[in-house]
Structures are given as structure tokens and as C-alpha cells.
């Protein structure tokens, strides 16, 4: 799985590959900055899904038209 890092004095993201059976570390460094692990999550719901299942996901619970 991929995770994000950022440098909290530059602002700038880097992103590592990790094994979710392994160990997780709270920051990395990367030419001598730290960076901490940026928490967030994003989920994808392919738009055929809906069309392969039967599901309806012409409006999503926020309003949106598709889910993205």
C-alpha cells in the first residue's frame, strides 16, 4: 500500500510503499528531511460497478452526481 509523508516546514509530499502486514513508520527521511505520515483516505467506486451489480449510483448521499 502506498502512503503519503509530508515535510511540515516545506509543505512537500513524498510517498512510500509499504506492507500493511509489516510495520507502518510514523515518518521516514528522505536527503536529510523528516517526514511525517500524512493520514487521510480516498475511496474509488468505479462507476461500471453500479452497472455490473444492479446498484444505483446515479447520485451519491452528499448530492453529487457520480462518485468519484
Do not use: C
Request: glycine residues 8%.
Amino acid at each position: 500500500m502506498i502512503y503519503r509523508y509530508e515535510n511540515e516546514e516545506t509543505k512537500e509530499v513524498v510517498e512510500r510503499e509499504f506492507s500493511m502486514h509489516g510495520d507502518i513508520p510514523a515518518k521516514v527521511e528522505v536527503d536529510g528531511k523528516e517526514y511525517l505520515r500524512k493520514w487521510g483516505s480516498t475511496f474509488h467506486i468505479p462507476f461500471q460497478w453500479g452497472q455490473e451489480t444492479g446498484i444505483n449510483f446515479k447520485k451519491s448521499p452528499s448530492g453529487k452526481k457520480h462518485f468519484y
